[in-house]
């Protein structure tokens, strides 16, 4: 019976597994080879990781660098969309180019019987290929310190990615946790109603300069993310290996939220929480702070725990050369940070890795 069950599901040549901006690049370039390939979708919609991120969020780059590859984003050059005109632009893309999408298929495990690859989902269906491209960030699972469980259980917590609004948290003070691009633009919300605001962390800085004015559009768009991001950081230049380490572990610049900005709106810079003391969260620094609401901006897990191979290194991040895990034949991955270029964990850079991919699949 169970045999049976399996063969009754078709085979194919490539299954994606993710239909964000990465899994859909990669769709756009498998349909330009012939090949029998399948798109896997966790959420609902497709656009869905955006539409749940929080309310008033808008992208870091500007349309023209918000497009892949084959339709440009529908909005003036440096307009900045918001999260929601993103996720209608993926859901768009994937219907202009017809792509093959499955939504609402979370993949429980990645395993291989005899020379295929098994994507086993969470309704018991299995589906196999011949090669399989994880199309995902490794930003799947919030990263929440331990000694948060011994902070005050009347103090309400949050992941930024669980974040949408003020209305959720309680009146009072509140701490972010996370000084990048999301604890930057959340506090500056936050402290803009009125509340009490700290951010507790430096991230990896900031651009000196905003990405909707003159330097901004002329520094930041066509040299930083056009080319700088693009070919001089990237893994085959001996800069791009030297800064590659400090960036995956510290993230992107600050882009749109200043330090003046969290200043001027009174937000308060404090050093690293380290640890809880007395209920309350503990700082580097040795202060304790008396809050009734903390949301982490710390980052996320890579999430693989479902890929059944020991292609991992000691934190969980896959062992590759440019997306290609070489441990296992067959394996690829698009949109992780740094994969070949800065770029590559950005809109406009994931169209380029994932042609590469396309480009190198074994041929069946």
Not at 109 to 137: N, P
Not at 141 to 149: L, S
Not at 150 to 167: F, K, V
Request: glycine fraction near 10%; charged fraction near 20%; aromatic fraction near 10%.
């Amino acid at each position: 019976m169970q045999l049976a069950h399996r063969r009754a599901h078709p085979v194919y040549d490539v299954i994606v597994i993710g239909a964000g901006q990465s899994g859909l690049s990669a769709g756009y370039h498998l349909a330009r080879t012939g090949a029998r390939f399948l798109i896997l979708e966790a959420h609902a919609r497709i656009g869905d990781s955006w539409r749940k991120r929080w309310d008033s969020l808008r992208l870091f780059t500007p349309a023209k660098f918000c497009g892949l590859d084959g339709m440009s984003f529908p909005a003036p050059r440096n307009y900045f969309p918001t999260k929601d005109e993103m996720a209608d632009y993926l859901e768009a893309y994937a219907r202009h180019f017809n792509l093959p999408v499955r939504t609402g298929v979370r993949v429980q495990r990645l395993y291989k019987r005899a020379a295929r690859f098994v994507v086993a989902a969470e309704d018991g269906v299995e589906l196999e290929a011949a090669q399989v491209i994880v199309a995902m960030a490794k930003y799947q699972q919030p990263k929440i310190p331990a000694f948060a469980a011994a902070l005050a259980s009347e103090m309400t917590q949050l992941h930024s990615m669980d974040y949408r609004s003020p209305s959720q948290l309680q009146p009072g003070s509140v701490l972010l946790v996370g000084g990048g691009n999301s604890g930057a633009d959340i506090a500056l919300e936050l402290a803009r109603t009125g509340r009490e605001t700290w951010l507790a962390g430096q991230g990896a800085g900031e651009v000196p300069f905003r990405p909707e004015r003159f330097w901004g559009r002329n520094l930041l768009g066509p040299l930083l993310l056009g080319f700088v991001f693009r070919h001089v950081l990237t893994v085959k230049t001996p800069i791009g290996r030297k800064a590659r380490p400090g960036i995956l572990a510290k993230g992107a610049p600050r882009i749109r939220v200043k330090s003046r900005d969290l200043a001027a709106a009174g937000v308060r810079s404090v050093a690293r929480v380290v640890g809880a003391r007395d209920r309350r969260p503990l700082l580097e620094d040795g202060q304790v702070l008396d809050v009734r609401n903390i949301i982490w901006c710390g980052g996320f897990h890579a999430g693989f725990d479902w890929i059944d191979f020991p292609i991992f290194d000691a934190t969980g991040d896959p062992r590759h050369d440019c997306g290609t895990v070489l441990e296992q034949p067959g394996l690829y991955f698009v949109g992780l940070p740094f994969q070949y270029a800065m770029s590559s964990g950005m809109i406009h850079g994931v169209g380029r890795d994932a042609k590469r991919i396309v480009d190198s699949l074994r041929t069946a």
